[in-house]
């Protein structure tokens, strides 16, 4: 008797490394617009921190900045600050979402926040309490320095901040921390009004 012969099947449909409904469809062009959508999302964060940061500290008194003879920023300060931060995230977060067109940018960019948040908390363990703060001239000290060295006033003192001033330990936690939190809200703003591809 014959043995049976054994049926080739037909081999099942590979599971594609790029699929289209995948978040790097069209291969390397699928990987560079996802991390473009990062660096872009990035970028923007940083530039709306920088600039309103910059408006704000010109729209502002420096007494309402730095605490009276000290170079340590007051409560007012930090919450704006913190706000700002968190807002620009937002921004950044939604325009890495619109370009990257699924999750996979916002997850990138939600990582390095997180790692930079984590990185900032073993920092401040590691140092252990806030720095003392560094004492600041008077107002009219620093108008006759900066009027010496040729500058504004504010651009003169917030020099001599970058020097002398030390954000306190929760602030280095919350700046990364307000980052995370900005940029997924953003993304999820931005995923309401376009859907995933």
């Known amino acids: 008797m014959d043995q049976p012969t054994i049926r080739d099947r037909d081999p099942s449909p590979s599971r594609p490394a790029w699929r289209e409904d995948g978040p790097f469809a069209g291969g390397g062009l699928g990987v560079l617009r996802v991390a473009l959508s990062v660096v872009v999302g990035y970028l923007i964060m940083a530039m709306l921190v920088m600039s309103t940061m910059f408006l704000a500290v010109q729209a502002m008194d420096l007494d309402a900045i730095f605490e009276q003879g000290f170079w340590k920023a007051t409560s007012r300060w930090n919450t704006i600050s913190i706000m700002i ?70 651009l003169y003192a917030m020099t001599e901040a970058g020097k ?11 700046n990364p921390a307000s980052g995370l939190v900005g940029a997924l809200l953003g993304a999820m703003l931005a995923r309401r009004q376009v859907p995933t591809r």
């Open 85 to 154: 931060n968190l807002l620009s995230a937002v921004a950044g977060g939604a325009v890495c979402e619109r370009i990257a067109r699924n999750k996979m940018g916002i997850r990138l960019l939600a990582i390095v926040f997180a790692v930079a948040t984590i990185g900032s908390i073993v920092t401040v363990l590691r140092a252990g309490p806030d720095p003392e703060p560094v004492p600041r001239p008077s107002l009219e000290a620093l108008v006759a320095a900066a009027a010496e060295a040729k500058q504004s006033t504010t």
């Open 164 to 174: 002398h001033a030390r954000e306190p330990n929760w602030m280095k936690i919350a």
